[in-house]
């Protein structure tokens, strides 16, 4: 089972935005104990630095990324902000120039931001267009190589996971599904070159949710905007929708009685000459 890459990336977010200080190891490797102490007061004291300057260089930070609101967290420009290259680079610059701690947190911020380019390709051309080799698709000549990095990000978040505590890292929940999530792409990834001969790349950034909350956010609008909807209005919303595909299809009458109707409002539109009544 995988988690939507989009939402975990914003669950890393919000435990940073919560927790303020992470430890974590430097990379997967067992004989490396070094530990990163990225915080969040970083990404604070380079706004502060910033203020009143033109042009900036982390010009995605604002006030509403670095204090949002409980409703803002969903808003995955945010967390887009906060792990932006403009913003890795900037706290790279400064730790060069009388502020050596923000390296930790560059090297951090680096990590997730390389992660979430790697699973979030929707674009066969992306990764050219980006000049970024870890934003190109999974393909089947390279997919040992191209898996590489996933899995090894898979095993940083287990030693993260098992060397420090809770209150210096993520959430259980979001080291489990974060976790989860790589291997079950690792997996699906050679399944499907092992299964379908035919397929040459995969893009992993449409294995997601978007199509599932599509389909609830219909539901709602049909219902009037209405967040909190009754079974029996789902199952109404369901039968409109099956029912507008098929007239935007083209089907005449004959068709109507493969959806049962759930409603006593009938309307009339007429197709070409031919009338549908649903």
Request: hydrophobic share 35%; proline share 4%; glycine share 4%.
């Amino acid at each position: 089972m995988a988690f939507d890459p989009v939402h975990l990336f914003k669950n890393v977010y919000n435990n940073f935005c919560k927790k303020k200080n992470f430890v974590c190891p430097s990379s997967s490797s067992e004989t490396d104990q070094n530990l990163l102490h990225p915080t969040f007061s970083h990404l604070e004291k380079i706004y502060e630095l910033e203020q009143g300057k033109y042009p900036k260089m982390a010009h995605k930070l604002s006030e509403k990324v670095l204090h949002p609101q409980p409703i803002e967290k969903t808003s995955v420009k945010l967390a887009e902000a906060v792990f932006h290259e403009s913003t890795i680079n900037t706290l790279k610059f400064y730790a060069l120039n009388g502020y050596p701690d923000f390296l930790d947190t560059a090297i951090f911020l680096q990590k997730i931001r390389n992660w979430f380019n790697n699973v979030n390709v929707k674009s066969i051309d992306y990764g050219r267009r980006k000049k970024d080799e870890l934003r190109n698709p999974m393909r089947r000549e390279s997919v040992d190589v191209d898996l590489e990095f996933i899995e090894d990000f898979a095993l940083w978040l287990q030693k993260w996971q098992k060397e420090s505590p809770l209150c210096n890292g993520l959430s259980k929940e979001t080291f489990h599904s974060c976790n989860r999530t790589c291997t079950a792409f690792a997996s699906l990834v050679r399944y499907l070159f092992d299964r379908y001969p035919y397929f040459n790349y995969i893009l992993l950034g449409n294995i997601c949710s978007d199509y599932l909350e599509g389909r609830f956010g219909w539901y709602r609008q049909l219902c009037g905007g209405n967040y909190y909807n009754a079974v029996t209005q789902f199952l109404q919303a369901e039968k409109t929708i099956r029912l507008k595909s098929l007239i935007d299809m083209g089907y005449d009458e004959s068709y109507k009685g493969n959806i049962q109707r759930g409603s006593t409002n009938f309307i009339s539109r007429r197709i070409g000459r031919k009338k549908i009544v649903y």
